[in-house]
């Protein structure tokens, strides 16, 4: 079993809560499938277009400790005769297609999913039952939830808009919005950046600069996705080192993919994007204990993640919870753009 902490019910429409597993490393909608309707805990991604469930008929180890979309169960599922492998950053799935209804946020509507029949063991540490994929591409095949959406008239404003919470918050109103934002969640205005030009689909923007301390790395113009489908933020091996220059304590680990940081560090993190610097809380970056006595590993970690081969990655940096839980985030599918409110850190956090 798998613990979920759900957040309070929402009121807005078309709007829906965002549950979490208490370590701030997944977070998920409830999503029904089919007729009758199944239930299925959802991965919120941002990062990907492809929305999928595990299958009644998968074998794997995975399956057996999740809720599964039984196929056979549903009187308006129609099967598809085409198949697709997806390779994430941990692990990966075969899916076959298929079209069926789908109930959430105040929507029911048909969409293109895929029915996992396979799928690697990296999904135990998870207690998502799928992925809602919330990239946008008008040529992604299969096409995306956000497409299906707007093919279908169903969004009064084409965007949507994402705030996550901390499990040590204890707040538990996280919530997605789609067709408009949650002005409740912040006071303010929502600062935008363009899509960058190579963008292929993915939310991704262009960075201004980064670092510790007011200190800046020289990292200006890099790509940067943001992602809510991964727990961490992920910076190319040369940007990484840049950006921990400005942190005289920080020390590199034997793999070269992590660094480690005093675990009493209380300074913050600092992005800038469109000229406006956001702050993640050492509350978010300093993460568990390192090798070292004393110190703890960085949620910053040195890896170019982007991309399962040399010839898919994109030298990209991946902006994933750590960064998000820090701002209301709004993805504008219309004007191409993503935008961002950087929150106030709890007193009990500060």
Same mark, same amino acid.
């Given at each position: ?66 809720? $599964? ?35 959430? &946020?105040?929507?029911? $509507? ?23 994929? $919330? ?48 002005? =409740? ?59 921990? =220059? ?22 913050? &993190? ?11 809380? &050492? ?30 990655? $994109? ?13 209301? &985030? ?21």
């Amino acid at each position: 079993s798998y613990s979920i902490i759900p957040s309070a019910a929402t009121t807005l429409p078309h709007s829906a809560p965002i549950g979490q597993d208490g370590r701030d490393f997944s977070y998920m909608v409830t999503m029904k499938f089919g007729s009758p309707a199944q239930e299925m805990n959802m991965l919120l991604d941002t990062g990907a277009t492809t929305t999928w469930v595990m299958g009644g008929d998968c074998p794997d180890m995975a399956c057996t400790h999740h809720n $599964l979309f039984e196929e056979a169960q549903s009187s308006t599922l129609k099967k598809l005769n085409t198949g697709l492998n997806v390779v994430y950053g941990t692990g990966k799935v075969s899916l076959t297609m298929a079209t069926d209804t789908v109930e959430v &946020a105040g929507y029911k $509507l048909p969409i293109q999913f895929g029915v996992g029949h396979k799928v690697t063991d990296t999904f135990m540490s998870y207690p998502m039952d799928g992925i809602l994929g $919330l990239a946008y591409s008008p040529t992604a095949d299969p096409p995306s939830f956000i497409g299906a959406l707007m093919d279908g008239g169903l969004l009064k404003s084409p965007i949507f808009g994402v705030n996550l919470h901390r499990g040590a918050d204890e707040t538990n109103d996280g919530s997605i919005v789609f067709g408009a934002v949650d002005s =409740s969640k912040f006071s303010g205005d929502i600062t935008y950046g363009a899509l960058h030009a190579s963008h292929d689909g993915h939310w991704m923007i262009t960075s201004g600069d980064a670092g510790f301390d007011g200190k800046k790395a020289g990292l200006s113009g890099k790509k940067v996705i943001i992602d809510s489908g991964t727990s961490y933020c992920f910076l190319p091996p040369d940007d990484a080192k840049k950006f921990y =220059s400005t942190f005289p304590d920080a020390i590199i680990a034997e793999n070269g993919e992590s660094y480690s940081v005093p675990c009493d560090t209380t300074t913050p &993190a600092q992005f800038e994007f469109d000229g406006v610097m956001y702050e993640v809380s &050492a509350k978010d970056w300093v993460g568990g204990p390192a090798k070292e006595s004393g110190r703890c590993t960085s949620n910053f970690f040195s890896r170019d993640a982007t991309g399962s081969t040399p010839e898919t990655k $994109l030298n990209a940096w991946l902006m994933g919870d750590t960064f998000l839980k820090n701002v209301y &985030a709004v993805f504008d599918v219309g004007q191409q753009r993503v935008g961002a409110f950087h929150l106030p850190i709890p007193c009990a956090l500060c």
